[in-house]
């Protein structure tokens, strides 16, 4: 039987379609784990095994079933409205058939990369990585939209996730579109780039809570509008990871950390290894990695990458994930 979906009150548009389902075996994904571990900050636990969120201008609730992955798409509260242009990579705006829906998820979780195989392969040239993983399977890399991974990352620095989530929340609620109510509760899309380039956006944002983030969101808005562009953010894809990476630090606000978070999490980096002071202490003192410096300098965080993508290979990001 199919799980049941959440109710809806004040909002009789935004029904959802039928719930559909993907195999999707647990050792290939966890959605507690994968959602609630820092990737992405629009996802909340709805009812116990149930995660709602937004996903391509559109409200998901997910679900787990053995070797199913079960979802529901919620239509918006005027499917009939002129859609606005939108900002980010190409997404169809219009109502989505099974086979687009599908197919976002897909995407979305990248469920065409075999994890199981990659975890024996991790744990056969990392014998910690073996001893973690029995504890943490189906842990994959989202593949997010380039624009939203950028912004909610650069919300991310001196910063934990529940706060950064309540961050995001305020800023789509500010900035971004009514998509649906569900249970009393309004959903956002996530802001377009013209939304967070207006003359009054830092001011809004330091309203908002973002303290000197704000001039980072709105610095980076205005610089990508100005130069490279929404489209030619998301063609990063395809550049060199070095090269993605030089174009990201050069925004306002990112750093080489903020900068492999969005490569890994929405650019198609997976080599990106992101390390923070954590990493760099699991690195000196689990692996034993002899570091110049006694700090995490840019020197050192460039020698904590490679050891990890020598070890665990092109896709270490996704092993540092787990």
Not at 45 to 68: F, H, I, K, N, Y
Not at 215 to 222: L, Q
Not at 306 to 313: A, H, I, P, V
Request: glycine content about 8%; overall charge neutral; proline content about 6%.
């Amino acid at each position: 039987c199919s799980p049941t979906p959440m109710k809806l009150r004040d909002a009789p548009s935004a029904c959802p379609s039928l719930w559909r389902c993907l195999p999707c075996p647990p050792a290939e994904l966890r959605l507690d784990l994968v959602l609630s571990s820092g990737q992405s900050f629009r996802w909340w636990e709805s009812s116990p095994g149930a995660w709602t969120g937004v996903l391509g201008g559109r409200v998901w609730t997910l679900r787990q079933d053995g070797d199913r992955l079960w979802y529901t798409v919620y239509g918006e509260e005027d499917e009939h409205e002129e859609e606005e242009e939108r900002d980010g990579c190409p997404a169809k705006a219009a109502r989505l058939d099974a086979a687009e829906t599908d197919q976002i998820l897909r995407d979305y979780f990248q469920l065409d990369v075999g994890l199981s195989a990659l975890y024996r392969a991790w744990g056969a040239a990392d014998p910690l990585f073996r001893k973690v993983a029995k504890d943490f399977p189906g842990v994959r890399v989202l593949r997010q939209d380039p624009v939203e991974c950028l912004f909610s990352f650069i919300c991310t620095s001196n910063n934990h996730i529940s706060r950064i989530t309540a961050m995001i929340e305020r800023l789509c609620q500010a900035f971004g579109r009514r998509l649906c109510c569900l249970d009393s509760r309004p959903f956002h899309a996530f802001p377009s780039l013209s939304a967070l380039t207006g003359a009054d956006a830092e001011a809004r944002l330091r309203a908002l809570g973002f303290g000197y983030r704000a001039k980072f969101v709105s610095g980076s808005a205005r610089a990508i509008a100005e130069g490279l562009g929404t489209e030619g953010l998301c063609q990063l894809r395809t550049a060199p990871y070095a090269e993605a990476r030089k174009v990201l630090c050069a925004l306002p606000g990112v750093g080489a950390k903020v900068a492999d978070c969005v490569c890994l999490l929405s650019l198609d980096k997976a080599e990106a290894v992101p390390v923070d002071t954590h990493v760099w202490h699991i690195a000196r003192q689990r692996y034993g990695v002899a570091l110049s410096g006694k700090s995490l300098t840019p020197r050192a965080y460039q020698e904590i990458g490679d050891f990890f993508r020598g070890l665990w290979g092109p896709r270490a990001g996704w092993a540092q994930a787990v």
